[in-house]
């Protein structure tokens, strides 16, 4: 079937995958349901070698969820984000630490998924800050050559309709390395997607994130990145699991599956020729 020419053709990315089980669950559920056409995974998190062959087994883009604030049990460099922050634009941090930890998440990611990442972004967009932002790009033309992920870009659409406060948060995030990011990744020939929507202050319950939702898709363009963090149940110590099961709700609900159609929102799940 040919897409119509108001077809906009985007990606709504779910992050975490590897978190826990219900992160995971909710995922390959709004998956199986046509709801999602990406997952980006922490590749250290305790429940990612558990549900590896489930991900392998969907139509989705899976992509590195660069990490350098969560340990997750794991070792390495993990700050919390300001102090990161605060190193990286300062250009403190340890280079060899920050080149052996990218490392590590590049090959973690292939040997549980037996291929290459189709896309990285970062936890807490931290791919884009600098130190960081160097040592990824060269290693992934490293390592990849002309066959390289593409990488998420944190421009944000135009928000009409969006709470001040939510426009100032998805700009903040914007100018904490995006453009400094996009122009290297694209002197380096990556592609990245065109503009980027999802940012708010995980508030709100069901309601709130189905408004947002409406809005984000009815401004969506073709070549748009949408993130989510959806969960099919609530975790203990995740302070964040009452919004991811919102979130998961909302997604999966009737009214999303009319906006998509409304909108003309076409999911682009992983392509062929992006397998190893």
Known sequence: MTASPDTKRVVLCADDFGMNHSVDDGILDLARLNRLSAASCLVDGPSFSTNTQALKLSPLQTGLHLNFTEPLGAQGLYLPLTVLMRRAFLYQLDVARVRAQILHQLDRFEDE????????????HIHQFPQIRTELLFELVRRYGQRRPWLRYTGARGQAGIPLGLRLKARIIQMLGARRFSQLARRDGFDLNNRF????DFQGGHGAYARLLAVWLRQMRSGDLLMCHPARGIEAGDPLGAQRLAEYQVLAGDDAGRWFADHG????????DRLA
């Open 265 to 272: 929102i076409a999911l682009e799940a992983r392509a062929d």
């Open 113 to 124: 998924m037996g291929r290459r990442p189709d896309f990285i972004d970062g936890h807490q």
């Open 197 to 200: 929507a999802g940012v708010y």
